[in-house]
């Protein structure tokens, strides 16, 4: 019917860029994903953290890495995210 109707839906996955922290666990990093907001009231900016388990199946993201994480199915008790992609290399 409409142009609207017939255009494919592409699911929205949550993705975010942090910097591996800790590798010592076999396929698993830490992730530390860091973001700059603006307090509500007094408006500093402030800046929040956030630490990540992600999945990585090879084992190509080292301590000081910059990747790229997206959130996927549970894989155990604390990580749903999986490493899509090394972007910077420490």
Avoid: N
């Avoid at 591996?20 to 396929?27: E, H, I, N, P």
């Avoid at 500093?44 to 388990?53: D, E, L, M």
């Amino acid at each position: 019917m409409s142009e609207a109707q017939t255009a494919v839906k592409t699911p929205l996955i949550a993705t975010e860029t942090g910097r591996v922290v800790s590798d010592k666990m076999t396929k698993t990093v830490t992730v530390l994903v860091e973001r700059r907001v603006k307090h509500p009231l007094y408006g500093k900016v402030v800046t929040k953290s956030q630490k990540y388990h992600a999945h990585d199946e090879t084992s190509t993201a080292k301590e000081g890495d910059l990747v790229e994480i997206k959130a996927c199915r549970p894989f155990s008790k604390t990580k749903s995210w999986t490493v899509s992609k090394v972007i910077e290399k420490a």
